[in-house]
């Protein structure tokens, strides 16, 4: 009964019942959250919100001098301490004045009782600094030390709340300089100081004679809303330059504005005969993002025209992947759906004479300058006797086509609407064994649907031409196709040919392999889909095709993770460390901040006992100038438990090499601060951990001329270690598959679907950033 009235008190303080449970466990915390819970309703004569509980839970797990926890939590309850750094500085107050009696004035001054610092303070205090930096920030961008922004405001408003100045910090500087650019993502460049600050003095300089600083992007809902886009409106088609207009089209623009309502209407048409990878991601964004920009909607349609190469598996990994990046398809619709129709129109196609019946094969068909048709010319119901033929299963497979009579941009002559394939559709099973190709589907099943933008990537621009005279020819309505540039990464194929002899070959396991850039296996190697999209949208929406650096995607999913990934830590290569002197007769439970900047996202309990393990490579015997990690006469603090450690005692096996070693610990503040503080596991869960790096050693491998021998004959060998004994806390004992983690000092990281019970597999999503500093 004890248990669950704590339970309950400890959720009233706003704790969930994970938390409160794992400080149950703690006898010596949840002792002191009881009592300073108790004293704190007592006080308040009613419930207590959240962001007194969640001082409250401070105090009980900061105090070491128990004596003055009533006299803490008074000042709590009142309100008279309200923030974070008012409670850090009254901890640190106690701590410094041990002794009877506290001088109450000189306290409440110290600690900043009584002074209120509103928002509006916050702002001018922010604005004021940004103003005294802003030609250094407008040069530097987000390059500058934001730290130094944050802290000036600080000194001036010494009682404000952190997350305050530092949300209105982020405010202003986004303001002031827009969204993130490339450059912005880039490591800054090592300058000679004195040539560094000649140059921003110029440049600061020629910046704000201009009023503002270049290279601003919009975020992409703005690039999609019009800004950026020089988008036809709704029912306006006939004003984008290059539309073929004909004596019915504004009849049909009425006729599609009616059935409309003026709303923006696009499609995302994958074909299902692969999975999507990171190129995709932008053609989703764009397409999905465009309709929800303008208040429109986006028909997921599949492609479905040729059997041959499709499986049910993609049909339902392209939908998952759509949906995983946060877009709901307003209908899910095939091309299948429409055959009736299709074929409907390819026969008023020949009754128009702009289509004819050919049997030229395929290899005659290919080549910059193919042999015209002899065909051409054939009568209306010849090809008509003949079209019907094919449909009824009368010719073999290449022995008869039919063809569209028109020449398109990029020289092709007659490009082919249907074609014969015996070969079951696994929606329309046997009912037909001749096919339509893009060419003929694409821009009538736009045209069925309504679609106001038919946005495509740049190689399609060669298929303009025949996209408006196949409407025009059948007098049907006629959507736009806009076309973007592709985006492309350095050391990655995304061809569904050149991964499927990846897997051949064995160099992935299959399509969602997380070295490749397969959304699938993005996903699975633990890139957020938010980071994907933002990505997309610092790509922007260009013309051109971009080709761009895999670590400015990485930059996008560090973003994400630093905000989203709790902590825990974990260990790859272990070095078993006693401590001989342990401070308890067993094992402690040490409060670990889910995410250290921020502890009011809540603690998780990991068990701290005289056997500890670290990385080997913390440790060093004859260690390198600039080490400061363990070693002789060198101590190190482990992290999270207020402990330092020193080495005692080095155990080596029969080969000389280092099986073990011995310390002593004492308190953090009881000596000189040690130089580095290390991570560590003790009682730790045993896992397998992969560590991805580049699956290709040139940015180009598929350029002859950089890589001569192919792409296979490019594959990086140490592209994927695998740790199999890897031993990390046991916060993550109840981890799902996806869920991810930061290994402090180690990385993001992931759980691999691979994982079972008693058995997880973590996949490395990314590393930290680089710090050039550390050692």
Known sequence: MATLDSLSLFTGLGLSEHKARETLKNTALSAQLRE????????????????????????????????????????????????????????????????????????????????????????????????????????????????????????????????????????????????????????????????????????????????????????????????????????????????????????????????????????????????????????????????????????????????????????????????????????????????????????????????????????????????????????????????????????????????????????????????????????????????????????????????????????????????????????????????????????AVVSKRKILQLVAAGAVRDWDDPRLFTLTALRRRGFPPEAINNFCARVGVTVAQTTMEPHLLEACVRDILNDTAPRAMAVLESLQVLITNFPAAKSLDIQVPNFPADETKGFHQVPFAPIVFIERTDFKEEPEPGFKRLAWGQPVGLRHTGYVIELQHVVKGSSGCVESLEVTCRRADAGEKPKAFIHWVSQPLTCEIRLYERLFQHKNPEDPVEVPGGFLSDLNPASLQVVEAALVDRSVALAQPFDKFQFERLGYFSVDPDSHQGQLVFNRTVTLKEDPGKV
């Open 36 to 491: 300073a819970a108790i004293q704190a309703q007592q006080t308040l004569g009613s419930t207590i919100d959240k962001g007194t509980g969640t001082l409250l839970y401070g105090l009980a797990s900061r105090l070491r001098d128990t004596r003055r926890l009533s006299f803490l939590v008074s000042y709590i309850a009142s309100k008279k301490i309200h923030t974070e750094s008012q409670l850090s500085a009254a901890l640190e107050y106690v701590r410094s004045h041990p002794l009877d009696p506290i001088d109450l004035v000189d306290f409440e001054q110290e600690c900043g009782v009584g002074v209120m610092v509103t928002p509006e303070q916050i702002e001018e205090a922010v604005e004021a600094t940004i103003n005294r930096h802003r030609p250094q920030l407008l040069v530097e961008r987000y390059h500058f030390n934001m730290g130094l922004l944050m802290g000036e405001a600080r000194a001036v408003l010494k009682w404000a709340d952190g997350k305050m100045i530092k949300h209105e910090v982020d405010m202003q500087v986004l303001h002031l300089l827009g969204p993130k650019t490339e450059s912005d993502l880039e490591k800054k460049p090592k300058v000679a100081k004195a040539r560094l600050q000649e140059t921003d003095r110029r440049t600061a300089k020629d910046v704000m004679e201009n009023g503002e600083a270049a290279g601003q992007t919009l975020s992409l809902m703005e690039q999609l809303r019009g800004e950026a886009l020089k988008f036809h409106k709704p029912g306006e088609n006939y004003k984008t330059p290059g539309y073929v207009t004909t004596p019915h089209t504004m009849d049909l623009l009425k006729q599609h504005m009616e059935i409309t309502g003026g709303q923006v209407r696009t499609r995302f048409p994958p074909e299902p005969n692969g999975i999507l990878h990171i190129g995709h991601a932008k053609a989703i964004n764009f397409n999905f993002g465009y309709a929800k920009a303008n208040n429109g909607i986006c028909f997921l349609r599949f492609d479905d025209t040729n059997p041959e190469k499709e499986e049910a598996k993609f049909f339902t990994a392209i939908y998952d992947m759509v949906t995983w990046l946060g877009y709901t398809p307003y209908k899910v619709t095939y091309a299948s759906d429409y055959f009736d129709q299709l074929y409907a129109w390819a026969v008023e196609l020949i009754r128009r004479g702009q289509a004819y019946v050919c049997h030229q094969r395929g290899e005659e068909l290919k080549g910059h300058n193919p042999l015209p048709s002899p065909w051409r010319d054939r009568p209306v119901e010849e090809s008509l006797l003949l079209f019907e033929a094919m449909r009824k299963g009368k010719f073999s497979e290449g022995e008869a086509t039919l063809r569209m009579k028109l020449v398109m941009e990029d020289g092709k002559m007659d490009p082919v609407a249907y074609r014969v394939k015996y070969t079951p559709h696994h929606r329309t099973g046997d009912s037909w064994c001749i096919y339509p190709t893009y060419d003929y589907t694409h821009c009538l099943c736009d045209s069925i649907e309504h679609v106001t933008h038919s946005l495509c990537t740049k190689e399609f621009q060669a298929r303009r031409s025949s996209y408006f005279w196949l409407c025009n020819a059948l007098d049907v309505y006629c959507p736009v196709q806009w076309e973007y540039g592709r985006l492309n990464l350095h050391y």
